[in-house]
């Protein structure tokens, strides 16, 4: 088929002439679209009012709010086992083929969705959005990953930042997108959302056509011009390859793993709780009358930490080029422990700006550790199957995106039954979330070279045409 | 920068232009700020 010909491998090896820059702005199309997850969010309320049309008084039909947070959930969870699962599929194909199949998904999914809410079936909407959507989101996070790291071997942290970067604003796109296509149709469907999601799912299925139809990879014996490897020696950055399968027989990949999972999972603590913790912590009662913070000002500060999860991927990941992985995981997780304790004695003092500082930095080091990771993992395990190794350990973003709430709302829960009030509601999730890091911070510690005897032997080569 | 010819893999040459670039980065670009800009403004009320 000629179609399918033109998705191949092959059919992608940049031939001379091709300027490397233009990859990154292909990856930037994917993760820009599929980032959208992260402002699902602003679906819940008119989801939860289809029936009675009234986003403050829901009928006796309405979904609940548990029952629209599972989409999200489903979505995340599927993103981690698909990228697990699709990673080696992924070297193989080409990030042509994987980036098209994101497409299909997540474009899909919302169509399916937009079937879910027209004939309001709550299990269609978790099959669209949670289930194929969600394997878009896996197939998509991935796909460029490798092809970066191989385009540029001389700014690893710097290529997959800028990528991921764009996972982080693609909720900035995404929410107020959202909010002006229901306000646009909200008088021809319930809340407008069934025709917000076809809208959103053929727009983003053509975004994403430019960073499948620009994308290219590079010849296997490819060097920058004038790129010469590092002669200095690092016991981290291998010049051995391991398979997949391999990777995940090492100490290193759970380390890693460990390592994510206690970053992510901390980060979520914040996330989770910013706007209550910020109303909570400085509200009049501490603040004095009328000084307190604002439910308006309050999404303000939600709206910074996302412009702090932006930057920090791609500040932290291309600091890391410089000071090394390891170096800048220790600094994620040394000075994240030392500003994860402080966030209650801030709260508890109302020094407000201070707060809000160490708060940006600490969302700044949650971005940071997601966009340094394929950097990490294709020091340790080489380039060869970065891609499917980075969906492996992927699986510890889905455990943290269940756990990560599950700690937080118990912890808040129990200390609001003991009558604590204000940020002494939310001192044990904090410390509770810097002990996740003193974890973290070991395993880190513990990372070493891998043992040479998990490296493919001989050269590595990718199959041409997936076949 | 750009791809160097290879042994392994011939590729027909394909020319990437200053102006294919700044047109692929604006592609992103502008949504990406858009998006930024959107929730900066709404940062702001924290300020206020």
């Known amino acids: 088929m000629a179609n399918a010909s033109l998705l191949d491998r092959s059919r992608t090896i940049a031939g001379p002439g091709y300027n490397r820059w233009l990859v990154p702005p292909a990856a930037l199309a994917i993760h820009l679209a599929i980032g959208q997850a992260y402002a699902f969010s602003v679906f819940k309320k008119p989801l939860g009012a289809l029936l009675s049309g009234d986003v403050d008084h829901p009928a006796a039909g309405d979904w609940s709010p548990a029952q629209i947070g599972w989409i999200f959930s489903i979505a995340i969870v599927l993103l981690g086992l698909s990228a697990a699962i699709f990673g080696t599929w992924l070297e193989r194909v080409g990030p042509r083929k994987a980036m098209m199949a994101s497409a299909l998904c997540f474009g899909g999914g919302f169509l399916i969705g937009s079937l879910g809410v027209h004939l309001h079936s709550l299990a269609l909407l978790y099959f669209g959005y949670g289930f194929v959507g969600g394997i878009g989101l896996g197939i998509g996070y991935i796909s460029p990953v490798s092809t970066l790291i191989k385009w540029f071997p001389d700014r690893k942290g710097v290529a997959t930042g800028m990528a991921i970067m764009g996972f982080g604003g693609g909720a900035m796109i995404g929410s107020p997108l959202a909010v002006a296509l229901m306000a646009h149709f909200k008088d021809s469907a319930p809340q407008g959302v069934a025709p917000t999601f076809i809208v959103m799912g053929i727009i983003y299925f053509l975004f994403m056509q430019f960073g499948v139809w620009t994308i290219r990879v590079p010849a296997d014996d490819w060097a920058p011009a004038g790129y010469v490897p590092s002669t200095e020696h690092s016991a981290l950055i291998t010049t051995g390859n391991v398979s997949a399968d391999n990777a995940i027989k090492t100490p290193q990949f759970w380390l890693l793993w460990v390592v994510l999972l206690t970053n992510v999972t901390a980060g979520i603590g914040v996330l989770e709780t910013a706007s209550p913790l910020i109303q909570e912590s400085f509200s009049d009662a501490t603040m004095g009358a009328g000084r307190g913070v604002t439910v308006a000002a309050a999404a303000g500060f939600v709206g910074l930490l996302s412009l702090f999860n932006l930057l920090g991927r791609f500040f932290w990941s291309s600091a890391s080029d410089k000071l090394g992985r390891k170096v800048t995981y220790a600094i994620y997780f040394g000075l994240g422990i030392l500003l994860y304790a402080l966030v209650p004695t801030l709260g508890h003092n109302a020094q407000l700006t201070l707060f809000v500082l160490v708060a940006c930095i600490i969302i700044s080091m949650y971005g940071g550790g997601f966009a340094t990771i394929p950097a990490y993992l294709s020091d340790l395990f080489g380039k060869y199957q970065v891609g499917a190794i980075h969906g492996r350990l992927l699986t510890a973003w889905s455990t943290a995106g269940v756990l990560g709430p599950l700690i937080v709302n118990y912890l808040h829960e129990s200390r609001k039954a003991e009558g604590f009030t204000g940020a002494a509601a939310y001192q044990t999730v904090f410390y509770t979330m810097a002990g996740l890091l003193v974890v973290g911070l070991l395993a880190n510690l513990a990372v070493t070279a891998v043992n040479e005897k998990y490296n493919e032997k001989g050269p590595v080569t990718i199959q041409p045409g997936g076949h | ?48």
């Open chain 2, 1 to 48: 920068m750009s791809a160097q010819p290879n042994s392994s893999a011939p590729a027909p040459a394909e020319t990437s232009s200053t102006a294919s670039l700044a047109i692929a980065w604006l592609f992103v670009g502008i949504p990406l700020v858009w998006g930024v800009a959107q929730t900066f403004i709404k940062a702001l009320a924290l300020f206020q």
